[in-house]
T-cell receptor
Framework: DADVTQTPRNRITKTGKRIMLECSQT?????MYWYRQDPGLGLRLIYY???????NKGEISDGYSVSRQAQAKFSLSLESAIPNQTALYFC????????????FGPGTRLTVT | AQSVAQPEDQVNVAEGNPLTVKCTYS??????LFWYVQYPNRGLQVLLK??????LVKGSYGFEAEFNKSQTSFHLKKPSALVSDSALYFC??????????????FGSGTRLQVQP
């Protein structure tokens, strides 16, 4: 089984709809992250959480919210989806000690029409 | 602040030839440096990392990278490219001396195309 899983893997939704992307991990890591990937822009950090009660905005948090339901679960919500949120979304985890190496999920491809 | 630059959107190389994918970084202290690879329809996986020690770092699939502190570079190299190396490559950095809550910063990515 994969260490970092994301659901759904693909989603098409309409403008204005609320949508939640979910991430679960079995690595026992306390830090979790949400990124979006757009062609030519690399990975941009949306939100990150260093602990269940420690949530921080990344560089592009507007239009997104997150919930850290447990150490192993970190959800990303789009309250009212818009077309320019069409992207590939990745969840990642890392351990609190050591090197900050991140482990990525397989991604969720989101299309907002 | 920490930042990383990958100056090439795409690198093309013939199979069997050496390849280089460039990365430069900026940190206020010493860096942790990573190369990640993304194959089509997959998440990112780490190829290699520099934490401390030898400047030449060896990683998966025959890749290596050289940490050059004076030039603030961490270029990815492989002596002989394979078609299966075709993928998207990301360089990432974290300022080792940084306190507070900070994640890795990723470059914009370089697409490597290896022609048969």
């Amino acid at each position: 089984d994969a260490d970092v899983t994301q659901t759904p893997r693909n989603r098409i939704t309409k403008t204005g709809k609320r949508i939640m992307l979910e991430c679960s991990q079995t690595k026992g890591h306390d830090r979790m992250y949400w990124y979006r990937q757009d062609p030519g822009l690399g990975l941009r950090l949306i939100y990150y959480s260093f602990d269940v009660k420690d949530i921080n905005k990344g560089e592009i948090s507007d239009g997104y919210s997150v919930s850290r339901q447990a150490q192993a679960k970190f959800s990303l919500s789009l309250e009212s989806a818009i077309p320019n949120q069409t992207a590939l979304y990745f969840c990642a985890t890392s351990d609190s000690g050591g090197t900050y190496e991140q482990y990525f999920g397989p991604g969720t491809r989101l299309t907002v029409t | 602040a920490q930042s990383v630059a990958q100056p090439e959107d795409q690198v093309n190389v013939a199979e069997g030839n050496p390849l280089t994918v460039k990365c430069t970084y900026s940190v206020s202290g010493n860096p942790y440096l990573f190369w990640y690879v993304q194959y089509p329809n997959r998440g990112l996986q780490v190829l290699l990392k520099y934490i401390t020690g030898d400047n030449l770092v060896k990683g998966s699939y025959g890749f290596e990278a050289e940490f050059n502190k004076s030039q603030t570079s961490f270029h990815l190299k492989k002596p002989s490219a394979l078609v299966s190396d075709s993928a998207l490559y990301f360089c990432a950095v974290r300022d080792m001396g940084s306190t507070g809550r900070r994640a890795l910063t990723f470059g914009s990515g370089t697409r490597l195309q290896v022609q048969p």
